[in-house]
């Protein structure tokens, strides 16, 4: 829809659907292609993936900026950087099942959807996980299977999976999501404290995990039966401080 006029919620002036391709397109050279991300198939799915539909009105204009933005519910979509890294250490081929923990505004689920065949994605708040399946049915996503639930458990009516990705940090990896992977399937997800976590890839060999850490981001928390329990949380906010 070239030329499209897009809206804030008070009649202002926002931009046009060409102006937003633009700075996508920008996003993606600047931001992922010249800081080390080499998978070309993740890196023409941030293209084709409009960004801007995963977020609040007001933040239309920064839909395409290299920082999380919050989404409400104390939740945000995260940095494309840190979505195209952790995307691009699943080694998506494109005829993969695959499981999301954390849906959020779905925009990481929608860049699953153009790599892999199959998208299972789970979120807490119902209020997100059904914006998120609106906005995905809008753009035409019908591999993704959106559900609302205790994402830490994983979701076994549907394993195994090739690979599983946690968009929040847990304290330890959940061995459900351990055990529904394949043999030589790969977990992406952050573990660490509230405060800092590390990136890690663990690949399933059999019954033995093979664990490689990327360095050091922040997520909000994993809550759930094998996440952060709410009074460990506070816990480990209070252990932490210096």
């Not at 076994?156 to 351990?178: C, K, M, N």
């Amino acid at each position: 829809m070239r030329g499209l006029l897009l809206s804030r919620d008070d009649g202002k002036r926002v931009g046009t659907e060409e102006q937003l391709a633009q700075m996508r397109a920008n996003m993606v050279e600047y931001q992922l292609r010249r800081r080390g991300v080499k998978d070309e198939r993740v890196l023409q799915a941030f293209l084709k993936v409009p960004r801007h539909k995963f977020v609040r009105p007001q933040d239309i204009w920064h839909a395409y900026e290299d920082y999380p933005l919050s989404i409400g519910y104390g939740q945000t979509i995260s940095q494309p950087y840190m979505v195209a890294i952790m995307t691009e250490l699943l080694e998506l081929k494109g005829d993969e099942r695959v499981l999301e923990i954390g849906t959020g505004s779905g925009y990481q689920a929608a860049i699953l959807a153009e790599l892999a065949k199959e998208v299972f994605t789970i979120e807490r708040i119902p209020e997100l996980a059904k914006k998120a399946e609106r906005v995905l049915q809008e753009l035409g996503y019908n591999n993704v299977k959106v559900i609302i639930g205790d994402g830490s458990k994983g979701l076994p009516e549907f394993a195994p999976y090739d690979s599983a990705i946690v968009t929040a940090a847990a304290p330890r990896p959940p061995q459900p999501l351990l055990e529904q992977l394949k043999d030589g399937g790969r977990l992406v997800i952050p573990v660490g404290s509230r405060k800092l976590q590390d990136l890690l890839r663990i690949t399933r060999v059999v019954n033995e995990f093979k664990t490689e850490n990327f360095g050091p981001c922040l997520f909000v928390p994993l809550i759930g039966e094998e996440g952060w329990k709410a009074e460990n949380v506070w816990e480990d906010d209070q252990r932490h401080e210096v």
